[in-house]
Each structure stands twice: as C-alpha cells, then as structure tokens.
C-alpha cells in the first residue's frame, strides 16, 4: 500500500469519529474523547456553550473554538503537527465495522483544508470539520 493510500485510508477512518452514534464508540474511544475534550477545554477555554454551538452546526468565528478543535485532533494523537493522520493511533481507538459510515468527499474536507491559503492550522483544522459536518449534519458528532 503506497503512502497516499495509507493517508486516505486513515483519513477515512478518522472522519468516522464524526458519524458515529455515540453508543458505538467503544470504552478506548470514549475515554480518550472524553480526557481530550476536558484538557482541550482547560487549555484553549472553549466552553460547553461553544463547543454545543459547533455541534448544532453553528460555527462560530471563535479562535477558542478553533483551537480546541486542533486541540482535540492533537492531544489524540489522531493527527500531527503536520494535520496528516496517525493510523495507528486511529486503529487502537475507533471499533471494528465503523469504517461504513464515512460520506463521500471526506477526504476533500482534510485534502482542502489542508491546502487551502488560511495560515493557522487551527483554522484549517476548522474548515476541516466545517465541511464535515456539511456532508451529513444529521450524523456529526463532536467531543
């Protein structure tokens, strides 16, 4: 498997996180979201009202929220300084069977963000999940 393949298929898998119904996380998933989202709320001061905001599709133009949501992709472990996913930290987390409920143009989102002129990754992490949520706001979940 050649590295841009690698890339997507860990993108997909991540993108994943954002369909699941929260039952089907699994304890590892859980418990990572959990002690990622009480040490990204300490350090970037997002609060639950933001974060319940973001979740709702209201994506507010808050450098606290968006620093918590590459706060989240970082202390996870999910995605490096680079904004490239680590499949293997992926893989140890998300449960078996949860790959289907990616939508198509996931990884447009990544890709997009990823190339785009904004300068901090912070805010194309942002996009990132903007166009996440774009693709299946019905599913999207966030921590």
Known sequence: MNTTTKVMLAFFIYTVVAYMDPKDFGDKLTKLGNECHDICTDVTGATEEMIIQVRN???????????????????????????KIDMVALNE????????NVPSGARDCLVNARNSDLKEKYDKVYEMEKCLYNLNPDEFIMF
Not at 63 to 82: I, P
Not at 93 to 100: D, H, I, N, Q, Y
Request: net charge positive; charged share 35%; with cysteine.
């Open 57 to 83: 599709g209201n994506f507010i133009d808050d450098e606290k929220m968006k620093r918590y949501v590459l706060c989240l992709c970082r202390v996870s472990r999910l995605m490096d300084k680079d904004l």
């Open 93 to 100: 987390v998300l449960p078996a069977g949860s790959r289907k």
